[in-house]
């Protein structure tokens, strides 16, 4: 697996492994495609511009079907260049089945769940109206059923990051709508449960915090779910605890650090799968794959002074440290958190 996964890479020993389907028989190449997480496809399809090609078109057609069903008026073009100019992102459930459902032939299931509604993270909106919300409404025809100051769904506390959540439904469709207090919209995906969560879609690319670990359905708890202030215990506390059983019911396995899979050895501080190494979401260990435009200027929001090209349109690069108890057992516990920095210029 190569450390830094972006789509256009070549595999690290420079060769091209072809199309899949060039060399194994039909039935063989399903088996093959089906159990590919998009990890694994980004990779594939860094192996040629032909598989580049074929990746590029898959993934376009595992989110439209994904998401046609919930913006079937306006269609995914729109939504999404929606979702990009408001600098808002689809996270949680929906996100995570994507990055496992994804295949090449754009087929979706095979996980044995299915994401229930879509979670919508925008950033602080300033009490203006939400052109999201608006749009959901006035376009696709959603009604608002709730709006509540504290988050709804996982059950699990996002501290003060989430403003405001707002419900809409249209028949068995159901989307939340997650407004943020803070300018960005991403710093509270980072304070979710565990790893296989921390992952958004946003209208101009699909961002993963830890896709090596994400294509092995393995995933770190995320101590910042319970060293708030309010919560000291050395377990997480039982909402936390009730999620994280749904992901391993979803075939997860989720520990405290990568110490505690038999055999599995890690630079801890170093490692990108270390929770006391300090990360960025432009480091070696991420994963953002950029969707193609047929136009480039259509869609992307520019912020004065920012050349955009990373998995988040914003002034400042988020940098993360789950922290945590030592992964040996020989250090201090060490103190999540999450900042924002400029990115410097040299
Ligand atoms: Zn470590």
Known sequence: MVEKIRCGDSLQDGTSQGRISQILPLEMAAKVWSELTIVDLVVYGGTSKANYMTVQAS??????????????????????????????????????????????????????????????????????????????????????????????????????????????????????????????????????????????????????????????????????????????????????????????????????NPSCWPGEKHVCTSSTNCPHTIRSMVDQGTMYYRFKKPDESVGIHMIEGVDYKGPYCSRYILYWSLGGPSCDQKHRVSRPFIMHREEADD
Not at 150 to 166: A, D, M, R
């Open 59 to 256: 993934i376009k057609t595992s989110l439209d079907r994904l998401l046609l069903p919930f913006v079937r008026s306006g269609g995914v073009c729109q939504f999404m260049g929606l979702l990009s100019m408001e600098r808002a992102v689809i996270s949680g459930s929906m996100a995570l089945f994507f990055m496992l459902s994804c295949s090449l032939t754009g087929a979706q299931g095979g996980q044995g769940w299915g994401p229930a509604d879509m979670d919508i993270y925008e950033p602080n909106d300033e009490d203006k109206h939400s052109k999201i919300i608006g749009y959901l409404i006035a376009e696709e025809g959603y009604k608002e059923v709730e709006c509540k100051v504290s988050p709804l769904g996982e059950g699990y506390n996002l501290h003060s990051q989430i403003k405001k959540v707002t419900r809409l439904r249209r028949g068995r469709y159901v989307v939340d709508v997650m407004n943020m207090s803070s300018p960005d919209a991403i710093a509270a995906i980072m304070r979710f449960h565990s790893t296989p969560v921390i992952n958004w879609i946003s209208g101009d690319g699909l961002f993963c915090a830890y896709p090596q670990l994400l294509s092995k359905k393995r995933g770190l708890i995320n101590p910042m779910g319970f060293t708030l202030p309010k919560f000291s215990p050395k377990l997480p506390p039982a909402n936390v605890r009730a999620c994280l059983k749904k992901y391993y019911d979803r075939g997860f396995d989720i520990r405290r």
